[in-house]
């Protein structure tokens, strides 16, 4: 059986039923979707799915910070002056 991963659980009939009803209980906490006891997906609200979104982006750009400051030695030096 497969862990789920929240503490809020319904099932897919109760989905089906009012998914908005469903939100409003979870008060913006993930809600694990059952389908015969097993996690079938994670509902979650806007706001948290957006704000997952915006920290996945930055860990990409910090990684790619990360792989530019390895290639540090092969930049090419340039006085902002001369621009």
Known sequence: MRQVLSSCSASISELKKNPT??????????????NHNVPAAYLIPAETYEWLMDKLEDSELAQIVRDRADEKEQAVEVNLDDL
């Open 21 to 34: 009803a469903l939100l409003n209980e979870a008060e913006g906490a993930p809600i694990a979707i059952l």
